[in-house]
């Protein structure tokens, strides 16, 4: 099993929908947890951190389940600048060490 | 100018050859990495390093060397190059604890490589 799973998609939505995306990790002792955002042929930039709690960023809202050992990436109002590769990353330690990151998924958003 | 820099941004090589690529950063981490990405695959760890004197092997090290020569300094060799390892590298950098709170990866721009 991967350390950490996403689905490749591609999602292509209308733009103005709500897509959410998962992922899932395998080491329960993982304790950080991100969303980058990768464009085509560009580096990826970090989008948000996933706290416990849950945490909103504009039309972006992270969760951490940690029963389920999963979290998530809901986009509401989806712009067609939001096109890109979605990474999870996931890290032991506080994040100070190595960070695994998932294959990413692919949305596409179409006018 | 970038925090994170790489050299060169685009290399085709032939199978066999020796090749460095080059990393620089101006944002003062200690922590410093390389990766790859395929399609499919997503980014998977090569080498990283925690310090000037710690290196440490990543899930795909074979193949491939590393030398941190200073702090803002990480270079990544493939000491004879083969088509496989054809790819997007990316460095990247981790601030240590003490200096901040948050603990984000910075990429370099990347240098996409070709084997022939």
């Known amino acids: 099993r991967k350390e950490v799973e996403q689905d490749p998609g591609p999602f292509n939505v209308p733009e103005g929908a709500t897509v959410a995306f998962n992922c899932t990790y395998s080491?329960?002792?993982?304790?950080?947890f991100f969303w980058y955002r990768q464009d085509c042929r560009k580096e990826p930039k970090l989008l948000m951190s996933?706290?416990?709690s849950g945490n909103e960023d504009g039309r972006f809202t992270a969760q951490l389940n940690r029963a389920s050992q999963y979290i998530s990436l809901l986009i509401r109002d989806s712009k067609l600048s939001d096109s890109a590769t979605y990474l999870c990353?996931?890290?032991?330690?506080?994040?100070?060490?190595?960070?695994?990151f998932g294959t990413g998924t692919k949305l596409q958003v179409i006018p | 100018d970038a925090d994170v820099t790489q050299t060169p941004r685009n290399r085709i090589t032939k199978t066999g050859k020796r090749i460095m690529l080059e990393c620089s950063q101006t944002?003062?981490?200690?922590?410093m990495y390389w990766y790859r990405q395929d399609p499919g695959l997503g980014l998977r760890l090569i080498y990283y390093?925690?310090?000037?004197?710690?290196?440490n092997k990543g899930e795909i090290s074979d193949g491939y060397s590393v030398s941190r020569q200073a702090q803002a300094k990480f270079s990544l060799s493939l000491e004879s190059a083969i088509p496989n390892q054809t790819a997007l590298y990316f460095c990247?950098?981790?601030?240590?604890?003490?200096?901040?709170?948050?603990?984000?990866?910075?990429f370099g721009a990347g240098t996409r490589l070709s084997v022939l």
């Open positions: 080491n329960s002792a993982s304790q950080s």
């Open positions: 990353a996931v890290s032991l330690l506080g994040g100070y060490q190595k960070v695994t």
């Open positions: 996933v706290y416990s």
């Open positions: 990247a950098t981790l601030n240590h604890p003490g200096q901040g709170t948050k603990n984000i990866q910075y």
């Open positions: 944002k003062g981490h200690d922590r």
């Open positions: 390093s925690f310090d000037v004197k710690d290196i």
